[in-house]
């Protein structure tokens, strides 16, 4: 049996929680435009229009951080990397693009304290507004970890970043539909406040 790769492995999971926290995005986007009132929601088909959103959106947001963790905690496991498990906490002493890897540990880091104040004891205890301007907090973590998926070379050969590459091509699609939703969301604010 051949030996596991580690860093292919750390990729091909970093790509998977890229998918999953985009999507988890889009749906908060539509969670917090109350999504069932908008005229195309009735034109889906059944099966979709069923969907509990909310459950939805709380399990993809704890499938992509274990994802994202399981990401970063291979790379300690490759001798040949030169990774230590406290690059991941503090990705400037990292020994392969360590500002981008600092970005990742923030993204990481950021997610998970979002979830967490999404529990209902700790988003009872924070208040609406708080536990709002928290999750706020995602927009800036969306561009972080699109701009960690981006420069990162996938083989930690510090190269420049090969923009039609597939799994490059993978965030970027990620990046241009998180900047989309965001510009319909915002979008969406301010005329709901005009009306």
């Not at 704890?62 to 291979?74: E, G």
């Not at 301007?133 to 960690?148: E, G, K, M, R, T």
Request: net charge positive; with cysteine; hydrophobic share 50%.
């Amino acid at each position: 049996m051949p030996p596991i790769d580690y860093l292919d492995l750390s990729g091909a999971l970093g790509i998977i929680a890229c998918l999953l926290f985009t999507a988890n995005f889009l749906m908060g986007m539509l969670l917090s435009v109350a999504y069932q009132r908008l005229p195309w929601w009735n034109r889906l088909p059944p099966i979709i229009r069923q969907l509990n959103m909310t459950n939805l959106h709380n399990y993809t947001a704890y499938i992509a951080l274990s994802f994202a963790v399981l990401h970063a905690a291979l790379l300690p496991m490759d001798n040949g990397l030169g990774f230590h498990w406290t690059h991941l906490i503090w990705g400037l002493n990292a020994p392969k693009q360590p500002v981008f890897v600092l970005l990742g540990t923030i993204s990481l880091l950021g997610f998970a304290f979002i979830i967490i104040t999404t529990q209902k004891s700790v988003k009872r205890y924070l208040g609406f507004r708080i536990w709002k301007n928290i999750h706020l907090l995602s927009y800036c973590l969306a561009i972080i970890f699109i701009v960690h998926g981006l420069f990162m070379d996938p083989l930690l050969k510090d190269r420049s970043p090969d923009w039609f590459d597939a799994e490059k091509a993978v965030i970027e699609l990620c990046g241009i539909a998180l900047l989309l939703a965001s510009y319909f969301r915002i979008r969406y604010h301010f005329s709901s406040q005009r009306s």
